[in-house]
């Protein structure tokens, strides 16, 4: 680890600022309607994850870490969110992508409804249902896809295409008969009805095929089978469904590879049963890692000239916050950076609006003294009133709580991290989470907002939706790469319907005149 004699100089962080100062001075707004919407959420993602995963970024490079840039911190406009769903003080991971991504603020556990649904009771969903800047994107003829590295049927990327009472109701074998008597559908076949959904990459095999149909990579495990009870096979179904196009199904690396995303129209693959692995844990050869489905889900969407919205989650860093695992969660998010970057790379600023963002926090903190440059996951140098060491990453629930005989355990030599209160599976946390922004209308996400607040933004910045002043009386023309112009693409669009008629009519008048 490199030394920080320079540091000492006060010159050094005069010289550092003023460049920041600078560069902030030398912004220009980008005023641009968002061609492209990419989304990137961290789900448990808070601050102080946010922090350590810098910080461990910037470890795993043979650096102290403090200093490092992390991709999510160039990001210029910065905004902070209030969390809370309409029932609960500290939400779930339901209720706040129904808020970002549909608009509305809802009950916990529930998806893509009003909170005049209530948790688990299939009768109130009927005329509460909410639709998602996903299906708006997609009304607008932008191509539509969603990554995760969790399973495709979970809270979040459920969110852009479900509605319903329970966010549990993964396949219809989690549905209770009343639900099912009363005509709710589980999240896996409304994947298929509901929208037309370009991408879909993640997990969730055992939700889409009958009981006991044997998992392909792992036969022999009873947990990994198909769990429908009404015997479809919603993969076959989704194939049937796209005949006529490109379409690929794949659930393995090696087929995910080979599909070429110049001629793929449809792609949906699913890795697991379940959840992905954790990074961590990941066998590269038979998974592709975030960065490598952020690509691949880019790459095929970007052909539609009329551009895209994509959500790309970074969903297992909250389960591993839930298990106590602090480890795993910041190995997540240093994977779901490196994501961040390859979208960047993959799209042009002056077209694509690219939102970072967590949709609830957790309960870890960073706490110490620790020594600059201290392994984030190591201890602090300061010993407890107890005589004992503590680690610099601790929770305030979880199931890292050990007491034994009225004291904690010694973890001077083997340790995880500790919680204060014993529970099963550790909270989420109920503080505002950040909101970074970069591209057409960035500055839109700034100040402290209402998480719904969100997807109203966004869907300005895109004109897709129900508000579409940011593309009234603009046309067509050549945007500059460098600067920015209020001029910019509308393609098809019929707010950009009255400037033709003045051009045709322009065009008209001087015909009348040359005669």
Known sequence: IKSHVVEENPGFWRSEAQKSLQSVLDRKLNSNIAKNILFFLGDGMGITTYTAARILKGQLQNQTGEETVMTMDTFPSVGLVKTYSVDFQIPD????????????KTNLNTIGVSAAARNGVCKTQKGNEVTSILKWAKDAGKSVGIVTTTRVQHATPAATYAHSASRKWYSDADMPDAAKNEGCTDIAAQLLKNIDIDVIIGGGRKYMTPKGTKDPEYPRDFFS?????????????????????VAHYVWNKTDFDAVNPETTD?????????DLRFEAERDPSMDPSIVETTEKAIRILQKNPKGFFLLVEGGRIDQAHHAGRAYMALHETVAFDYAIAKGLELTKEHETLTIVMADHSHTVTFNGYPFRGQSILGKSPLWATD?????????????????????????SD????????????????GEDVAVLARGPMAHLFQGVQEQNYIAHAMAYAACVGADLRHCQGKTKTSVDHTGFTENANVAGRPC?????????????????ILM
């Open 225 to 245: 089978r198909g769990k429908r009870k009404d015997g479809r096979n919603l993969i076959d179904e989704w194939k049937i469904m796209k005949t006529g196009k």
């Open 387 to 411: 005589l004992m060491p503590y680690t610099t990453l601790m929770y305030g629930n979880g199931p890292g709580h050990k007491i034994t005989n009225g004291k904690r355990p010694d973890i």
């Open 266 to 274: 449809y792609l949906m693959a699913l890795f697991e049963p379940g």
């Open 496 to 512: 950009g319907s009255v400037a033709l008629l003045s051009s045709l009519l322009s065009v008209l008048l001087a015909l009348t």
């Open 93 to 104: 991971s339901a209720a706040t992508a129904t808020a970002y991504l549909c608009g509305v």
């Open 414 to 429: 083997d340790y995880i991290q500790l919680s204060a209160v014993p529970t099963e599976s550790a909270t989420h946390s």
